[in-house]
């Protein structure tokens, strides 16, 4: 069982805001989630490597070498927030 | 010029606007009307485009001569590929302003001109398999407007089976081409993960996503297919391999084809009906000169369990970038933090939050080897089991969806329900291998799809075994309503 104060830790490091109710509701529903996955758990995978790229690349390189890019001006236009060429962020506590 | 626009496939409509017969303004003309006509009740859009449709098409019939085939078709986008200066918005509020500075890699081969007929709705960040997850409310099934066309490409699906487009960009990361495609009686091809880029589609799980054609036929989908794939600079996980020609040995037919039905898949949790179809399409494979026979995929009943692992822990550090400083909502607060929490309780929906508790749970301290890691041993035997079956069979068959369209409302509380219609899907994505859902026939006067899967690279064989499966099942396209 996951404890509503997991759920509330969980939360805090995916820094996402919950109200009470959509604590209680999440906790609920992840036990159920995490019992259906806990399935993988009756396989004997040792010695078994993992797959993280299913055409197994790794390490794809380029040169780097400078080219065009966005403007800062247009890196800022999506912003929701800026001050003159920055993002804006409110204190950092 | 043909009677109706509409009783064309897009390749035949490429054909037409080939030879001069029509325009690609002509074209984007009727797709316009024929929005006008079912949007109200389909709703497969998040952002119609009727004026920039016809500006582009315009544009293309006066490039004349220098184009290529699929240029003039005009096309869905699911929304969460994204689109130069179009808003963008995953079907998510977070995102609800959002105009992208690019236009996703995958939609170059169509030019600067892309005639886009709009921004197809989709489950928010295509976590889901209904579109009822989308900020802008779920897209109705064409064939029955009180159901839903699946997920999470519903709108693609839907704007294609109710003719507001010929063909569709839709994602598949557990299924999201396949299923909706399925359920709205069209064709949805897979590609090979890395096959298209991923430069510009708004990750949601970055080792399984793949952008995939959306089509009334097998031939359109590999004329898709060959306007979208590539390799790309931008995208250090797409596959430097040549693209072959997806038409050249379309017709082939059947001879020589060694096929192999899973029977895991065909069990438990499979309505009898879907069941029946594609066992009905099975017999028919055989008679018309096929080998048919049994092709066992010991470890895909792991599949299901192994990817809602596997996709919310890539989804949970994905949809980190979602903080209110760069783009899209913030809420505002006095501090950081403060911000970073509202704005995202704000801005996510129900799923998305889901997910990304999952998949924070499943990577954090003390948890990774239990969760992650065992997944991703889960996903290596996967692929030995294909690795296995393809040695003998070229291509494997199974349903695509364990039932036929649901009703809105009917499994939005229950996540588990929800997941369940992934079954089929998922093991072709956490192998990376290519697989398409070919309409078969019909459970309850619903369409049901067949999937056909091949290893990987292997899309003109697949593109072949799939062009001779719709022609034995002999379902062709019906436009809804």
């Known amino acids: 069982m996951i404890s509503e104060e997991q759920v509330r830790h969980v939360a805090n490091l995916a820094r996402l805001g919950l109200t009470d109710d959509e604590i209680e509701k999440m906790g609920g529903q992840l036990d159920a989630i995490l019992d259906s996955i806990e399935k993988i758990q009756e396989l004997d995978l040792s010695g078994v490597p993992p797959t993280a790229n299913p055409l197994d690349l790794s390490n794809v390189l380029r040169p780097d070498e400078p080219r065009p890019e966005f403007s800062q001006e247009q890196a800022l236009s999506p912003a929701p927030e800026r001050v003159d060429d920055l993002f804006a962020v409110p204190r950092i506590d | 010029m043909p009677d109706s626009l509409l009783d064309l496939t897009a390749y035949e409509l490429a054909k037409e606007i080939e030879a001069g017969e029509v325009s690609a303004r002509e074209a984007a003309e009727v797709a316009n009307t024929r929005v006008d006509e079912v949007e109200d009740g389909v709703n497969a859009f998040?952002?119609?485009?009727?004026?920039?449709?016809?500006?582009?098409?315009?544009?293309?019939?006066?490039?004349?001569?220098?184009?290529?085939?699929?240029?003039?078709?005009?096309?869905?986008?699911?929304?969460?590929?994204?689109?130069?200066g179009v808003r963008t918005t995953c079907g998510s509020r977070i995102l609800e302003n959002f105009e992208p500075l690019y236009d996703a890699s995958a939609l170059l081969n169509f030019g600067e001109d892309l005639i886009m007929v709009g921004k197809a709705n989709c489950d928010e960040f295509a976590m889901g398999s209904s579109t009822?997850?989308?900020?802008?409310?779920?897209?109705?099934?064409?064939?029955?407007?009180?159901?839903?066309?699946?997920?999470?490409?519903?709108?693609?699906?839907?704007?294609?089976?109710?003719?507001?487009?010929?063909?569709?960009?839709?994602?598949?990361?557990?299924?999201?081409?396949?299923?909706?495609?399925?359920?709205?009686?069209?064709?949805?091809?897979?590609?090979?993960?890395?096959?298209?880029?991923?430069?510009?589609?708004?990750?949601?799980?970055s080792s399984l996503d793949v952008v995939g054609p959306m089509t009334r036929d097998v031939r359109d989908a590999a004329l898709l297919l060959q306007a979208i794939a590539g390799h790309d600079p931008r995208d250090s996980t797409s596959a430097n391999v040549e693209v072959p020609d997806y038409l050249a040995n379309l017709e082939d037919g059947l001879e020589g084809l060694r096929i192999g039905v899973v029977p895991e898949l065909m069990g438990e949790g499979i309505e009898p009906g879907v069941r029946e179809v594609v066992e009905g399409v099975a017999r028919e494979l055989e008679s018309a000169g096929a080998e048919v026979g049994e092709a066992s995929l010991p470890h895909s009943g792991y599949g299901l369990p192994a990817y809602y692992i596997i996709a919310p822990a890539e989804v949970s550090s994905n949809l980190a970038r979602f903080d209110g400083v760069r783009y899209g909502l913030r809420v505002p607060e006095d501090g950081v933090h403060e911000m970073y929490r509202t704005t995202r309780e704000e801005g996510f929906g129900d799923e998305a939050k889901r997910r990304i508790m999952l998949g924070t749970y499943a990577l954090s301290s003390g948890y990774y080897d239990a969760y992650y890691a065992q997944a991703q041993k889960v996903r290596t035997r996967i692929i030995q089991d294909f690795r296995t079956a393809f040695a003998r069979y070229d291509v494997l068959l199974s349903p695509t969806a364990p039932s036929a369209a649901f009703r809105i409302g009917e499994k939005v509380d229950d996540p588990l329900a929800m997941y369940a219609n992934d079954i089929c899907a998922v093991p072709a994505n956490l192998a990376g291998i290519p697989a398409i859902s070919v309409p078969g026939g019909l459970s309850g006067g619903l369409p049901v799809g067949v999937q056909l899967m091949g290893d990987h690279f292997t899309e003109p064989m697949l593109l072949r075994a799939a062009r001779a499966t719709e022609q034995v099942a002999d379902f062709p396209f019906q436009m809804k309503p």
């Open chain 2, 46 to 84: 998040v952002t119609p485009t009727p004026e920039l449709a016809l500006e582009r098409a315009e544009a293309v019939d006066a490039k004349d001569g220098d184009r290529a085939l699929w240029e003039g078709v005009p096309l869905a986008v699911k929304d969460v590929l994204s689109t130069r």
């Open chain 2, 132 to 205: 009822e997850n989308s900020a802008w409310g779920p897209s109705r099934n064409p064939w029955d407007l009180d159901r839903v066309p699946g997920g999470s490409s519903g709108g693609s699906a839907a704007a294609v089976a109710a003719g507001e487009s010929w063909w569709a960009l839709g994602t598949d990361t557990g299924g999201s081409v396949r299923q909706p495609a399925a359920l709205c009686g069209i064709v949805g091809l897979k590609p090979t993960y890395g096959r298209v880029s991923r430069h510009g589609l708004i990750a949601f799980a």
